[in-house]
């Protein structure tokens, strides 16, 4: 794809006659595109409608999982199967390459594998991601004294 292209939401570019016919126009109907050697058609269909889909698909999968499992053990198994970083998959693993004892985590150390969902960490050029995670560290531990200084009593 070059750039200026115009692109759907899900990461396609907009046919060459997109806008014509206004800005929806085109995401509303289904093409038929011809395959260059059998000369047989495809219907493709409108990918705003698949992102939907599936947006809708996980929220009822999600939906799903919180009547049936505790909220301790979703974060359980979202936490054996989370990405912390590089070579990090499962916390497991998070400690295994940190250098970390899983069963006696300091509370910033905690802070610190949590931040790395949201940062995680990279096989090269670490300095400038280990400051990142370090600031989003110590804002997790700061949101949990100030939680525990409320009474809202809670373990990260």
């Not at 698949?50 to 499992?69: D, N």
């Not at 989370?82 to 400690?95: D, L, P, S, V």
Request: aromatic share 8%; net charge positive; charged share 30%.
């Amino acid at each position: 794809a070059s750039p200026g292209i115009p692109r759907r939401p899900c990461g396609r570019e907009l046919p060459s006659d997109a806008g014509r016919h206004g800005p929806d126009h085109d995401d509303r109907r289904a093409r038929t595109t011809h395959h260059p050697v059998s000369g047989r058609g495809a219907v493709h269909v409108d990918l705003r409608r698949r992102c939907r889909r599936r947006k809708f698909k996980e929220i009822y999968l999600a939906t799903r999982v919180t009547l049936a499992l505790e909220r301790k053990e979703i974060l359980k198994i979202y936490l054996n199967i989370a990405y912390f970083g590089w070579n990090m998959h499962g916390i497991e693993q998070a400690c295994k390459v940190l250098d970390l004892d899983k069963s006696a985590l300091t509370n910033y150390e905690a802070a610190s594998i949590v931040a790395r969902l949201k940062y995680p960490e990279p096989r090269f050029n670490k300095n400038k991601r280990l400051r990142t995670i370090d600031l989003r560290a110590n804002h997790i531990m700061n949101r949990f004294n100030q939680l525990n200084s409320k009474g809202n009593y809670g373990t990260i």
